[in-house]
């Protein structure tokens, strides 16, 4: 097979994928390593994009758009419960046991 197609068949599919886990990159319990692998796909079919020309450009861009979302949406209650356990741990380091 003609590598020129190989190329353009592998950037149509890392474009879709991306589409694809962004979408479940939303869900909050399990979304965030698919928003990464949604984010990582749509890097990929980035670099093809520069030789030739996807057909799939709108499912990529708004695969990584859904996916930066998510990604947010999901860290945001783990940056969270981080932080606060910090202030706590910092206030008994401060100011002693009760």
Known sequence: MNNDAVAKI????????????????LLPAIGLPFAILALWNARRARVLERQYWNV???????????AGLGA????????????????VVLKYAYYGSD
């Open 10 to 25: 592998t950037m149509i599919r890392h474009s879709m994928r991306s589409f694809t886990y962004g979408l479940i990159g």
């Open 56 to 66: 799939a450009k709108p499912h990529r861009r708004w695969g990584a758009a859904i």
């Open 72 to 87: 947010i949406f999901c860290s945001g209650p783990i940056v969270i419960w981080l932080g606060y356990n910090f202030v």
